[in-house]
């Protein structure tokens, strides 16, 4: 049970439904399955058909008979006996004429029903057409099984030796599990919350109250997981974190066929059932199923979307009509995971998760039928209640995308029963109880080690009041040598207002300390508004393009950093203001003052000035602008729930000559643009724009070097080195310095070559650019530099995951900055790609 327990809370996906009906629809000629047919039973119970002509019906009521049509068919009674298991229906094929259809055309006349919905989207798409609306949403996830759908024999198991079975030991595995799923779920989660749409300012999640069995404080990431989007209007649909082309998008023709099934009476009319199916065959299966079209408005009155391969998962989603609106509003959703029947590889969660066939041992034989993974499943439902429309609502701009309330987690059972739309059962209570005290006696802390693997991913080990910086443990490069240290912050145990910083580093080669001490406090929860100070006397990459706002701490080993050998010391005191404009809208403004010095050969020499370390006053505007980028503000702290692109970051430094200690004054204007485009299922191109301009004349510590990887070591295999992140493979350090530039780095990255379980390479195409110039490069003194004016140009092949995480790629210099020896223009880089094992 623990490891079941454990599992769930990474990876909540196995399953089957029970039934006391269960049966299969064919063609009578063909004997091929027939998807979506309408089943009604003689006590007017109404579903449909799976992909694979299957259906399962559950009935408190006496079946005597069903009814089951299908569009070209026969409709057929079948009387219900009760000695039949599994029932096979055959459909005589028959001429149809559609004539509640009422469409006369050439094509198929599904066609024009969908170019109709997709023609009045706007109409019907409750963002689109609604000023505001409002409403509450009570969630419940179970990993369950039904007690009947599993036997519970003591089965016996074989080896097979030399084609003989020899018996090996007794199962009991179904039957313990069989006693414990008749006591209560594998796992149950809840959640409330309230949800807010003004349009203009978007949508927006208040978590009220949520419950996870077996821990105090809920996996705030897992509570943001989209299984399936509120809305069906979208051009891309979400199932289980994994976009797919809608079935109504603007071009979705050119991806589905479809095919008119039935109508069926509404509460406002009529609905047309239309089946999808993807057209073509992909190694990654695609979504089909069926969608119920109002007849007048072509509005969306239920869909239902599948997936069917070593996992099978089904989306359903209702829609109640809504006579002030006019508007059918999603009111039911229910998202079901199971094992499949079939082999078809299936990805869910953006490809994070992916199925395949695994390798079965031979030599095993078991007398069992079914075992517990054949019949666990997880179900997600969720009703909305409470809706209201165009009323008057105000969402404020700077609210985060998911707002999780800081008592969330400690409302009684009464709160509880007052927003439960579906009560809970004996089994519900007592997985709330088993687990709760399942993990109170488990020596071995899974809640602490859930919430320690979750931080270890964001470069973070938290311990009671501090969580420590995993980045300053380890680094490396050409001037410190092996920089070890050690630093964090406190956190929210400690205080939710005020924190602590800190962090003492060591250099074993240049065997010195670095260090930097500060505090802040928080200003505003919703907007994310701290102020704060620190000190710091430290080492900086030597004209570097820099941004106070982007968080770069986390880097376990930064591979570029092997070469560096120029860097200049800090020792700066500073004050700073965070504060969140919108979720997605970050800005920071800092003053700081200090004293700057170059760590090699070099002297700032001017008319006025003969500069070899120098003070700077400055003051900073940083800005972060992730605009499809979601976040939800937690207790533990604002928290990004999903990354998205493009991405935006701009900053300004103002440095102020005679203030304080100030001998410089310029204005530097620093950007970074980053994107990615992501095909579904196919290859990803990420373009990164970047670039910088320096206005007065400043120091080398704020020019811009363009991110140099290589050196001109000789011999050749010395120049051999580890590929950076967005450098230029091939220009050597401090080669070229800007006043100006700007660059653009390309890389399209295919999908990994399958050749087996455990060599699947990459190949990535890059391609990188850069152009600038310096004005009075005569100021800077003590090391020889080269302008980028005539611009620089570099292309090469990336290949990943070659051995155990390592791989290898080339890259060429080419255009007016070629070298004239065709060595000194080639560059090999080696490659390690992190696995982490969790």
Avoid: C
């Amino acid at each position: 049970m623990k490891n079941v327990f454990f599992l769930f809370l990474l990876f909540p996906f196995l399953s089957i439904s029970q039934t006391q009906i269960q049966g299969i629809v064919l063609d009578g000629k063909t004997k091929q399955p027939l998807p979506f047919a309408t089943i009604t039973t003689s006590s007017n119970f109404g579903t449909l058909t799976d992909i694979d002509g299957k259906f399962n019906i559950k009935s408190s009521k006496t079946v005597t008979q069903i009814s089951i049509s299908y569009v070209g068919y026969e409709t057929l009674l079948f009387p219900i006996t009760k000695n039949e298991k599994f029932l096979k229906i055959a459909l005589n094929p028959k001429t149809e004429s559609l004539k509640e259809v009422q469409i006369v055309a050439r094509e198929n006349p599904a066609l024009q029903i969908i170019k109709n919905t997709i023609k009045n989207k706007s109409k019907n798409d409750i963002e689109k057409s609604l000023n505001s609306f409002k409403f509450n949403t009570y969630t419940k996830i179970l990993v369950t099984a039904n007690p009947d759908s599993i036997s519970g024999n003591i089965d016996s198991v074989f080896v097979l030796k030399e084609g003989q079975k020899q018996f090996k030991k007794l199962d009991s595995s179904n039957y313990k599990f069989k006693k414990e799923i008749d006591k209560s779920h594998l796992y149950i989660s809840e959640k409330i919350s309230e949800f807010q749409f003004q349009k203009g300012k978007g949508k927006k999640e208040t978590v009220v109250a949520s419950r996870m069995a077996g821990l105090k404080e809920p996996i705030y990431e897992l509570l943001a997981v989209t299984f399936q989007d509120l809305s069906f209007y979208n051009e891309y649909y979400v199932l289980a974190g994994t976009k797919y082309i809608n079935p109504i998008a603007d071009d979705a023709l050119k991806t589905y066929n479809y095919k008119i099934l039935d109508t069926v009476k509404t509460e406002s009319g009529n609905s047309i059932l239309i089946y999808f199916k993807p057209k073509e065959k992909k190694e990654t299966l695609g979504i089909e199923g069926v969608l119920y079209i109002d007849i007048q408005s072509f509005a969306l009155t239920k869909a239902i979307a599948e997936l069917k391969g070593m996992i099978n998962v089904k989306a359903t989603q209702n829609y109640s009509y809504m006579k002030p609106g006019n508007i059918w509003f999603p009111q039911e959703m229910d998202v079901v995971l199971k094992k499949g029947d079939n082999k078809e590889r299936i990805s869910l969660f953006g490809g994070s998760i992916k199925f395949g066939e695994s390798k079965k041992n031979d030599s095993i034989v078991s007398t069992k039928t079914k075992s517990e993974s054949d019949v666990t499943y997880f179900i997600s439902k969720a009703t909305n209640t409470n809706i209201e429309i165009n009323t008057p609502i105000v969402v404020k701009s700077a609210a985060p995308t998911i707002q999780f309330n800081d008592d969330a987690a400690k409302k009684k059972d009464g709160f509880w029963d007052s927003y439960r739309t579906d009560s809970i059962t004996e089994r519900g209570k007592n997985t709330y109880k088993m687990l709760d005290s399942l993990v109170k006696v488990d020596g071995e802390n899974i809640e602490q080690k859930i919430h320690i693997g979750r931080n270890i991913l964001k470069g973070i080990y938290p311990t009671k009041y501090i969580d420590l910086n995993l980045g300053k443990i380890l680094n490396f490069n050409n001037y410190e040598g092996f920089r070890v240290g050690f630093g964090g912050e406190t956190n929210a145990s400690f205080s939710n207002i005020f924190k602590l910083e800190s962090y003492l580093a060591y250099g074993t080669k240049d065997r010195d300390f670095k260090y930097t001490i500060g505090t802040s406090f928080r200003l505003n929860k919703n907007t994310n508004t701290w102020i704060g100070a620190n000190y710091t006397n430290d080492l900086k990459e030597a004209a570097s393009l820099d941004f106070i706002a982007i968080n770069t701490t986390f880097s376990l080993l930064n591979l570029r950093n092997l070469n560096l050998g120029q860097f200049y010391n800090y020792k700066t005191a500073s004050a700073y203001l965070k504060h969140d404009i919108r979720p997605n809208l970050e800005a920071e403004f800092q003053i700081s003052s200090g004293d700057y010095k170059p760590l090699f050969d070099y002297q700032y020499i001017s008319s006025d000035k003969n500069l070899s370390q120098y003070g700077l006053t400055t003051a900073i505007f940083g800005f972060q602008y992730n605009p499809k980028s979601e976040y939800m503000n937690s207790p533990i702290g604002k928290l990004r729930i999903k990354n998205e692109f493009p991405q935006f970051t701009f900053q300004l430094t103002k440095s102020f000559e005679n203030v304080l200690n100030g001998d410089f004054d310029f204005t530097q204007l620093n950007f970074r643009a980053q994107h990615e485009i992501k095909r579904l299922q196919k290859a990803t191109t990420s373009i990164l724009l970047e670039g910088g301009i320096v206005l007065g004349d400043a120091p080398i510590s704020h020019l811009f070097n363009s991110s140099p990887n290589a050196s001109f070591k000789n011999p050749w295999a010395n120049r051999i080195n580890f590929v950076g992140k967005n450098s230029f493979e091939t220009m050597g350090y401090n080669e070229f310095i800007s006043d100006r530039f700007a660059a653009i780095h390309l890389k399209h990255e295919l999908k990994p070559f399958n050749f087996g379980t455990k060599f699947k390479p990459q190949l990535i195409f890059v391609t990188r650019a850069a152009i600038g110039d310096i004005d009075n490069s005569s100021f800077h003194n003590g090391f020889v530099f080269k302008s980028l004016n005539n611009g620089y140009l570099e292309s090469g092949l990336e290949f990943k995951s070659l051995f155990k995480g390592f791989g290898l790629s080339t890259f060429y210099r080419y255009g007016a900055n070629q070298n004239p020896e065709w060595s000194d223009n080639l560059a090999v880089k080696i490659s390690y790609k992190i696995r982490l094992g969790f």
